[in-house]
């Protein structure tokens, strides 16, 4: 093989493995969406979602609906901590959260974090066919609280005022 066609050779390689790195889904690749989805079985609905912090996704409705879950444990005391915002109190809440799992405490709530949250969902409702709703139940075994997921795979909850909300990463609407 001459140098010409080597290098030919070389560069359309590293084009190739470039592309399919591009290609690749990130960790947090339900977060680039804009939103907390699941589609078909919801089994693994909340395995890939985004990263909820106090420096990522911080003020959103994804956080919202975290702390709506962070209620039904009861780890946080009063429907009134729904706020959306995730301070110090939602990080420590997250820890204990993460103490009662088994995981890494480390406040963050990543696909791990999420992935355990996601196995305390309940069939309530509905179909789990794409473009049909579903309505889930979170069972804590403390107080139980449900989701709808929506035609589109969103997930919607009752914020602090009982009011349904979309949950959603790069917004903010709840009280």
Not at 22 to 41: C, E, H, Q, T
Not at 93 to 116: I, N, P
Not at 123 to 140: F, N, Q
Request: hydrophobic share 35%; glycine share 10%.
């Amino acid at each position: 093989m001459t140098s010409y066609r080597k290098s030919a050779v070389a560069v359309l390689t590293a084009a190739a493995v470039l592309t399919l790195g591009l290609g690749a889904s990130p960790a947090s690749a339900k977060a680039s969406d804009g939103f907390v989805r699941g589609y078909d079985g919801f089994a693994d609905d909340f395995d890939d979602e985004g990263t909820l912090s106090l420096s990522v996704n911080e003020k959103s409705n994804a956080t919202c609906m975290w702390q709506a879950i962070l209620w039904s444990e009861e780890i946080n005391a009063s429907r009134s901590s729904i706020d959306g915002v995730f301070g110090d109190r939602t990080h420590e809440a997250t820890r204990v959260f993460q103490q009662r799992a088994g995981l890494t405490m480390d406040g963050k709530v990543g696909k791990g974090t999420f992935a355990e949250a996601g196995k305390r969902l309940t069939y309530v409702s509905g179909s789990t066919a794409r473009g049909k709703e579903l309505t889930l139940k979170y069972e804590s075994g403390r107080r139980n609280i449900n989701f709808i997921r929506d035609s589109q795979g969103r997930y919607k909850f009752r914020d602090a005022n009982s009011d349904w909300r979309v949950a959603g990463y790069d917004y903010l609407t709840c009280p």
